[in-house]
């Protein structure tokens, strides 16, 4: 048993002792030959790059189209948020208590006439009534000498103090007949007192905050029972019905619209909306390099609410020669590739009057060049190409 795995390990060994031996001489070998040939295997090898080289490079495939200028409608695409075109705050010009007959609260409908809010007003009411009466005694107290120094109207000046309620509001002053009666009536401080007491009745009618328009609430910034003071705001509505959408255009766009053109405005639902430019502002965001354009929104049939997002459309006429190409052709710095007659690429900038969806409309292209349609890698101006669809 022990002579059988002695002879095995001998037999591992001489085995090992090959290999080893065998791969010394191999590589020796090969080492020679590769000093002895260094010339010829550089040969071999740059003749093998070379045509790879220029298997590749003649196998440059690209799709063109062919510049045929004409005179295209303009489109011009964008998104815009629809704002309400009445929006303001309501607030309070007098100071009190607050109450109100309907609910101060986000959504609340309201119709034009309707009392918003109210301010109690009974300190107001009390002191113009005890105003009044203080006016009645001054009336009382130069009644006796119009009888004698104006008795031509003594009767009109009688029937004004016998008008005079103090839950009412005064009536209108007579008439004077002459101006010895206007300054007699003067001196009396009638006048100071008159105008005094209807400044305080038309400032009585702002205890109550009537809508100046059809609508609903979209903030409250108080709730009944608070103390307001003057100037405070109180609530923000919007106008119901009246609505707008704000499109940023490229300011070089602007002389292809109008006032009043029409506009179409896609909701969600891809039900149309039409409008018309009402305003084109006059200054530019200076991040998007836009002008503000302001369509007025009549009338919808389709349910629209203030801050949802529309696409927009509107549709120019344009005097200018131009070719539409896909977006795809356009690389790094709004440039294209145009293939020559000798088949080779020339890259050319384009002068893009708008883009669309999946086009753009260029300019300044000559009529029968041919454009890249399509992205290319792996080339450079200069590079020679095969034209697929000729």
């Given at each position: 048993?022990?002579?059988?795995?002695?002879?095995?390990?001998?037999?591992?060994?001489?085995?090992?002792?090959?290999?080893?031996?065998?791969?010394?001489?191999?590589?020796?070998k090969g080492i020679k030959y590769g000093v002895e040939n260094a010339e010829s295997i550089r040969e071999?090898?740059?003749?093998?790059?070379?045509?790879?080289?220029?298997?590749?490079?003649?196998?440059?495939?690209?799709?063109?189209?062919?510049?045929?200028?004409?005179?295209?409608?303009?489109?011009?695409?964008?998104?815009?948020?629809?704002?309400?075109?009445?929006?303001?705050?309501?607030?309070?010009?007098?100071?009190?208590?607050?109450?109100?007959?309907?609910?101060?609260?986000?959504?609340?409908?309201?119709?034009?006439?309707?009392?918003?809010?109210?301010?109690?007003?009974?300190?107001?009411?009390?002191?113009?009534?005890?105003?009044?009466?203080?006016?009645?005694?001054?009336?009382?107290?130069?009644?006796?000498?119009?009888?004698?120094?104006?008795?031509?109207?003594?009767?009109?000046?009688?029937?004004?103090?016998?008008?005079?309620?103090?839950?009412?509001?005064?009536?209108?002053?007579?008439?004077?007949?002459?101006?010895?009666?206007?300054?007699?009536?003067?001196?009396?401080?009638?006048?100071?007192?008159?105008?005094?007491?209807?400044?305080?009745?038309?400032?009585?009618?702002?205890?109550?905050?009537?809508?100046?328009?059809?609508?609903?609430?979209?903030?409250?910034?108080?709730?009944?029972?608070?103390?307001?003071?003057?100037?405070?705001?109180?609530?923000?509505?919007?106008?119901?019905?009246?609505?707008?959408?704000?499109?940023?255009?490229?300011?070089?766009?602007?002389?292809?619209?109008?006032?009043?053109?029409?506009?179409?405005?896609?909701?969600?639902?891809?039900?149309?909306?039409?409008?018309?430019?009402?305003?084109?502002?006059?200054?530019?965001?200076?991040?998007?390099?836009?002008?503000?354009?302001?369509?007025?929104?009549?009338?919808?049939?389709?349910?629209?609410?203030?801050?949802?997002?529309?696409?927009?459309?509107?549709?120019?006429?344009?005097?200018?020669?131009?070719?539409?190409?896909?977006?795809?052709?356009?690389?790094?710095?709004?440039?294209?590739?145009?293939?020559?007659?000798?088949?080779?690429?020339?890259?050319?900038?384009?002068?893009?009057?708008?883009f669309q969806d999946k086009t753009v409309l260029v300019?300044?292209?000559?009529?029968?060049?041919?454009?890249?349609?399509?992205?290319?890698?792996?080339?450079?101006?200069?590079?020679?190409?095969?034209?697929?669809?000729?």
């Amino acid at each position: 048993m022990k002579t059988r795995q002695i002879l095995i390990i001998l037999l591992s060994l001489f085995l090992v002792g090959i290999v080893i031996i065998s791969y010394k001489l191999g590589k020796k070998k090969g080492i020679k030959y590769g000093v002895e040939n260094a010339e010829s295997i550089r040969e071999k090898n740059k003749t093998k790059i070379d045509s790879n080289a220029n298997y590749i490079e003649k196998d440059k495939y690209v799709s063109v189209v062919t510049v045929q200028n004409e005179l295209f409608p303009v489109t011009l695409n964008g998104y815009g948020k629809v704002i309400a075109a009445s929006s303001i705050n309501i607030s309070s010009e007098v100071q009190g208590i607050l109450t109100s007959s309907i609910q101060l609260k986000k959504g609340t409908h309201f119709k034009k006439g309707q009392v918003l809010f109210s301010i109690k007003n009974t300190d107001a009411k009390l002191a113009l009534k005890s105003k009044k009466s203080s006016f009645l005694t001054l009336l009382t107290s130069i009644l006796p000498d119009l009888t004698i120094d104006y008795p031509e109207s003594y009767n009109d000046w009688r029937k004004f103090y016998d008008k005079i309620d103090v839950n009412l509001t005064l009536p209108e002053l007579p008439k004077f007949k002459n101006s010895k009666e206007k300054s007699f009536i003067i001196s009396r401080n009638i006048l100071t007192q008159y105008y005094s007491i209807k400044s305080d009745e038309e400032r009585l009618k702002k205890y109550a905050v009537v809508a100046p328009f059809t609508g609903s609430i979209i903030q409250s910034f108080t709730d009944n029972g608070a103390v307001i003071s003057p100037g405070m705001a109180v609530i923000k509505v919007l106008r119901e019905g009246k609505l707008e959408i704000e499109i940023p255009i490229l300011s070089k766009n602007l002389p292809l619209i109008t006032k009043n053109q029409e506009v179409s405005l896609k909701v969600n639902n891809n039900k149309t909306v039409v409008g018309k430019i009402s305003r084109i502002g006059d200054y530019i965001n200076p991040e998007t390099q836009t002008v503000p354009v302001f369509v007025a929104i009549n009338n919808s049939k389709v349910a629209l609410y203030n801050g949802m997002y529309l696409e927009s459309t509107i549709r120019c006429k344009s005097n200018t020669m131009a070719m539409l190409i896909p977006r795809t052709a356009i690389f790094s710095d709004e440039k294209v590739y145009l293939v020559n007659e000798q088949n080779k690429l020339v890259e050319t900038k384009v002068d893009i009057s708008t883009f669309q969806d999946k086009t753009v409309l260029v300019t300044n292209l000559k009529n029968g060049s041919k454009v890249v349609s399509e992205a290319v890698v792996n080339v450079k101006e200069g590079s020679e190409v095969v034209i697929l669809n000729k």
